[in-house]
């Protein structure tokens, strides 16, 4: 009998996986079992590397279905995303994504559509692993602010949370419209312009108080 596994990487403190669940179910997946790696940067450790990620390789089996957020929760590496991805269809398991409903199967053998979910796995992973990048140096410049001055001023405290934030990124990385995200996120639409418009202000201003609540 296939199964439903909701895999969730935590890697922040204000992020969760009940919130990941949360966000699963309300887009229709009757999830079986999660799957969590907490605390763990998706970046420097590739999910065959993590402790929950290893488990996914074992339990999996053809026909079970792998639920993720979206692509990063399997890792910001493009090399690492796209072989996982593959690895995973080669073994018969059904990969999909609650944003935006993405599935990634082996089912098909035409050439064409073959290449056209391949180069859009690749476009998916390379977006993961930009979005990165930039929030690593959006987060440098917020510290280097906060550490610069003990009574540096780190301004209004952000109205959104680091999870709030990357699905606000991700949203709209695919076209969705802002008054879409506000309702999906609870976030105002204000809130969201404001990340649009500025989204290298939002990651320091997350930065700034992350600093400062360490320090305090």
Sequence with gaps: MSQTVLYARVSTADQT??????????????????????????????????????????????GDVLVVRWVDRLGRNYADVTETIREF???????????????????????VQMAVRDALIGFLAATAQAQAEATKEAQRAGIDHA??????YRGR?????????EDVQTALSEGVGVSAIAAATGLTRQTVYRIKENPA???????????????A
Excluded: Y
């Design 157 to 165: 405290r952000p109205s959104f949370s680091r999870e709030q934030l």
């Design 17 to 62: 996986s009940a919130h990941q669940r949360k966000q699963a179910e309300a887009a229709g997946f009757k999830v079986d079992e999660v799957v969590v790696d907490d605390g763990v940067s998706g970046v420097s450790t590739v999910l065959a590397e993590r402790p929950q990620g290893r488990r996914l390789f074992d339990m999996l089996r053809r």
């Design 89 to 111: 269809m080669r073994r018969g398991v059904v990969v999909r994504t609650v944003i935006n409903n993405m599935v990634f199967d082996g089912a098909t053998t035409d050439p």
């Design 147 to 152: 550490k610069g001055r003990e009574d540096a």
């Design 201 to 215: 202000e939002a990651e320091a201003a997350l930065a700034r108080w992350t600093v400062g609540a360490k320090a």
